[in-house]
Structure formats: structure tokens, C-alpha cells
């Protein structure tokens, strides 16, 4: 590609920002513009659950709950990268705009101000936007979702002492909330439509083991159990069975959907997710894309698939940004996943689906791993405050090891020498 082409990101979020940076890593010369909605510069979202909404002024309430510190950051400590990194690269940073068209004959990309970009190469990391649940979002008690920097704000603001806080979804999201609003005092209820919580992305070995650390926290959970309505007079949720539940704030967590308005409206091929090839590229000319948006086709479980992580939009943005300057390199990532709630480190790698499985630690202690199996080999792990040992296992999974289940479970079995670190 010649040093003088253009390429427009779209999409200021972690896989934005990544394939920016791996576009100059990799010697691309020309010109990048990271365009992005929000006006912030760009910043991490694992800690808006966690450490945003319990910063500062109650740092010794959350020294009084934890032995140790997870994922406190301060608001102003979460920026990806600092002003200076995007000048030194010479990334031009077009914030608080909104892309609202492309032309793909054309190359060019039109923003909601009527400016237009003309690109060589475009790549889209436009993430995912909060799903809504508009039937609880009628009535007098605040309703508050949680997806950017200015969301967690002023969900802080509410999390006060003696908040009854009723969170809709018990998800990853809907867990790490209910931590941060029990390390806030807040009076936590959970109603949950599955009969676990994080059961997509937990076993139910794990998924029960942490249902049981919230409930020891005070943590209501109503599992099983449909939302219905705002109850009349302020009086709280409604629930199907006609339940009413005392709430001062309702914060509803029930997943994301891709955010494809963009892609769509421009007329590139959707399908849950902007559709990519190995190697992300879409159904237009020139144009690829990265992240929680994207349906790719993923070489661990064999079929399409949309990952919803932030290892994934990293990576997939790494790989994304190398093929658009030629490296036609197919993107493959075993899926990983992890939540931090209270002390507690949760990491989730590759399957954990399978009949068969091993668990090495203690529970007690809250320090073990699952290690899933199929046909003798390691293709999946969970674990509770294991880093050590999840990345082992991980590169298990990446090799497909065959190592036998009564191996894995004695206890002197060493499993950094087993996957070659």
C-alpha cells in the first residue's frame, strides 16, 4: 500500500484503537483518522462495572470489603492511550462525531457534521450498544443502563447507602454491578430470566459456586423470574407473577446487541453482526472490521460466530490491521473471557460444554480451575482467581493437549511444564 493512502477507523473503543496503533507498528506511513462517537478520548471499558463505580471517596469502604485491590481504577486512569501517544503517531482523532454513511464506490465515509473522508482502506470497530428493555422504562423509578464512561457516572451517583438497587440480568455485566453496588452498601437484588446467573458464560459448577459468594454478600437473587413493568405509584419492579419489588433505582444488564446501523444502512451483508471473512474483510470493496460487532468465522468451535470480549476486539483489530496492509493472515483466537467481582478474578477460556471434567484447588480457599476435556484433550478451562495457571491452560487448549483426567487432577501434576513454559 503507498505511504500517502488513507485509512478512516470507525470506532473509538479498544479494537479501534488497537488497529490504529498496529497500522503504524507495522510501517503504514499514510494518513489514519480514528473517528469515534463519544467524546472522551478513548478508554477502557472492563473497569466502568468496577472500579468507576465504587472510586475514591469510597476507597475505605471498599478497603473494608477487600483484602486486596481488582480492577480499581480511577475514571481518570481508563484512557487507553494518553493524548501525547496519538500526536506521536500522527492518528488523527475525530471525536464526539458520528459516521452516518458510506459510500463504497466512492471510498468515502460521510459524518452526521456533512464532513466527508475519502479512504483507501476503511475499518469498522463500531462495537456494541446496551439492549434495552423499554417495558420497565415507564414509571417514577430512575432506570439506568451501563455501557459508557458518562452511563457509569451517573449510575455512581445513584449507588449510595441504603440504595435498594434492583438489577434486571444477572449476565457478567449484571454481576460485576451487583459486587460494585454491595461494595456501596446498597441493599443488591438480582432478577434473573435463566435459572443460574452467567449461565452463557459460565458451567453450572462455577456459575452456582458464585451465586453462592453473592448471596453470602447479602445479594437477593430472584432466578427464574421475569420482569414485567414499572409498579404503579413508584412502588418499585413488577414481576410476571405479579411481585412487587421496593426499588430506588432499576439498572437494567441484559446483554448488548452489535452496533451494525452503520453497516447496514451502507448495505454491507449483516447477519447478527457485520459479516467478515477470515481475514475481516466485508461484503464492500476495501472495507473491513473488528470487535464485539463482527460475526467471523472461528476456526476453535467451527462455525460463524460473534464474541462479545475484550481479548477478542484487541486481537481480532491486531490481525485485522496487518491484513489490511497485506498479510492475508486468517484471524484465530481461542475465546477468553474474565469478570472481577469482589476479590474474586473469574476467567472463562475455550469450551466448558463437554461431559467430562477436572477440578484442581480448593474451593474453600476460592482459588481453583475446571479444566473441561473431550476425547482426552484440554479444550476449555474456568477458573476462580487461577491467572497462573489459566494461562497454562490456555496454551493446553491452543495445542490441543491430550493429557489424561486422573494427570490433571493429582495435584502434583505440574501444568506449566506440561504446556512447555
Known amino acids: 500500500m503507498p505511504p500517502a493512502d488513507t485509512i478512516v477507523i470507525v470506532g473509538s473503543g479498544l479494537a479501534g484503537v488497537s488497529a490504529a496503533g498496529t497500522l503504524r507498528e507495522s510501517g503504514f506511513g499514510g494518513r489514519i483518522v480514528l473517528v ?9 471499558r472492563p473497569p466502568l462495572s468496577k472500579g468507576v463505580l465504587v472510586h475514591d471517596e469510597y476507597a475505605a469502604l471498599v478497603a473494608s470489603h477487600l483484602p486486596t485491590d481488582i480492577a480499581l481504577r480511577a475514571p481518570d486512569n481508563i484512557t487507553l492511550r494518553t493524548a501525547a501517544w496519538y500526536e506521536e503517531r500522527r492518528i488523527e482523532l475525530m471525536l464526539g462525531v458520528r459516521a452516518s454513511a458510506i ?5 468515502r465515509l460521510r459524518l452526521a457534521s456533512g464532513l466527508e473522508l475519502t479512504y483507501d482502506r476503511l475499518i469498522l470497530t463500531p462495537g456494541a450498544r446496551a439492549r434495552r428493555l423499554p417495558a420497565v422504562e415507564t414509571g417514577t423509578v430512575p432506570v439506568a443502563y451501563l455501557r459508557t464512561l458518562r452511563d457509569a457516572i451517573e449510575l455512581r451517583r445513584h449507588l449510595q447507602p441504603g440504595r435498594r438497587i434492583v438489577l434486571l440480568g444477572g449476565g457478567v455485566i449484571g454481576m460485576e454491578v451487583a459486587a460494585s ?4 452498601e446498597c441493599q443488591v437484588t438480582v432478577v434473573e430470566l435463566a435459572t443460574r446467573i452467567m449461565s452463557r458464560a459460565l458451567p453450572a459448577e462455577t456459575s452456582d459456586y458464585l451465586a453462592a459468594y453473592h448471596r453470602a454478600k447479602g445479594v437477593q437473587l430472584l432466578l427464574g423470574t421475569a420482569a414485567s413493568a414499572q409498579a404503579p405509584a413508584g412502588a418499585g419492579l413488577q414481576l410476571a407473577d405479579g411481585t412487587t419489588l421496593a426499588a430506588d433505582l432499576l439498572v437494567v444488564g441484559i446483554g448488548v446487541q452489535p452496533d451494525t446501523q452503520l453497516a447496514q444502512a451502507s448495505g454491507l451483508k449483516c447477519e447478527d ?12 470493496p476495501d472495507v473491513y472490521a473488528a470487535g464485539d460487532a463482527v460475526r467471523y468465522p472461528d476456526a476453535f468451535f467451527g462455525r460463524m460466530l460473534r464474541s462479545e470480549n475484550w481479548m477478542h476486539a484487541q486481537n481480532q483489530a491486531i490481525a485485522v490491521a496487518r491484513n ?4 492475508t493472515r ?3 483466537q481461542v475465546p477468553h473471557m474474565w469478570s472481577d467481582q469482589y476479590d474474586l478474578k473469574v476467567q472463562v477460556s475455550g469450551r466448558y460444554d463437554t461431559a467430562e471434567h477436572v477440578r484442581r484447588g480448593d474451593v474453600a480457599r476460592n482459588k481453583f480451575l475446571v ?3 473431550e476425547g482426552g484433550r484440554v479444550v476449555g478451562a474456568t477458573g476462580i482467581n487461577e491467572a497462573r495457571d489459566m494461562k497454562y491452560a490456555q496454551r493446553l487448549i491452543e495445542a490441543r493437549t491430550v493429557i489424561g483426567a486422573a494427570q490433571l487432577a493429582d495435584p502434583a501434576f505440574n501444568l506449566k511444564k506440561a504446556a512447555g513454559a
Open 36 to 44: 469515534g462517537e463519544e467524546p472522551e478520548l478513548p478508554y477502557d
Open 103 to 107: 459510500d463504497a464506490a466512492a471510498h
Open 181 to 184: 453496588s454491595v461494595l456501596r
Open 273 to 284: 453482526g457485520i459479516v467478515v471473512d477470515a481475514c475481516g474483510a466485508t461484503s464492500a
Open 324 to 327: 489490511v496492509l497485506g498479510a
Open 330 to 332: 486468517p484471524y484465530a
Open 371 to 373: 479444566l473441561h476435556l
